[in-house]
Antibody
């Protein structure tokens, strides 16, 4: 069965960086795009960007373009999202999600990783 | 950039009642790009509907989607306790996936 297993909660100081991982299993790793979506406490869903695992190409949302890096490790089937220059408003749950190969939607989601930015 | 607006913000209904959730786009969007998700407290979102009206695998037929262009609707035909959640519409555009602000469904 398809699974996206994310890394655990992290606490960072303002100005630091955080790297969240998302290990994929149960499907062919290179066939499906992976999106990263975040959700601040009590707020809605915010798309951060997408990575094509086949070639490593990325597209980032304008808001995060200068601070986010999405990568993948094909040898371990793991995706990474690194966010730098953290500020308190980056406190959120970060989700990885797989884009369906046949329609425009996110059909499987990781369980989420809470990142807390606080001094 | 397309903006999605959802209404109402909160819907409070009794068990067995019909819930009608609206998603309006600031400009016409393809139905192929419109999806709905359900998110229960403390959980990841779950895909309910894609292509505006197609139920995802394993989704109860109590959930149905309709609409086109700028106006889309998610209907829950008969509310059950497990339907208490936040529901988000989503569309895909040039800047990637865009989500609406969500509608909270409460069970009285």
């Amino acid at each position: 069965q398809v699974q996206l297993l994310q890394s655990g909660a992290e606490v960072r100081m303002p100005g630091a960086s955080v790297k969240v991982s998302c290990k994929a299993s149960g499907y062919t790793f290179t066939k499906y795009l992976i999106h990263w979506v975040r959700q601040a406490p009590g707020q809605g869903l915010e798309s951060m960007g997408v990575i094509n695992p086949s070639i490593g190409a990325t597209t980032y949302a304008q808001k995060f373009r200068d601070r986010v890096t999405m990568t993948r490790d094909t040898s371990t089937g793991t995706f990474y999202m690194e966010l730098s220059s953290l500020r308190p408003e980056d406190t959120a749950v970060y989700f990885c999600a797989r884009r369906s190969g046949t329609f425009w939607g996110l059909d499987y989601w990781g369980q989420g990783s809470l990142v807390t930015v606080s001094s | 950039e397309i903006v999605l607006t959802q209404s109402p913000g909160t819907l409070s209904l009794s068990l067995g009642e019909r819930a009608t959730l609206s998603c309006r786009a600031s400009q016409s969007v393809s139905s192929s790009y419109l999806a709905w998700y359900q998110q229960k407290r403390g959980q990841a979102p779950k895909l309910l509907i894609y292509d505006a009206s197609t139920r995802a695998t394993g989704i109860s037929d109590r959930f149905s989607g309709s609409g086109y262009a700028t106006d889309f609707t998610l209907t829950i035909s008969s509310l059950e306790p497990e339907d208490a959640a936040v529901y988000y519409c989503q569309q895909y555009g040039s800047s990637g996936f865009i989500f609406g602000p969500g509608t909270t469904v409460e069970i009285k």
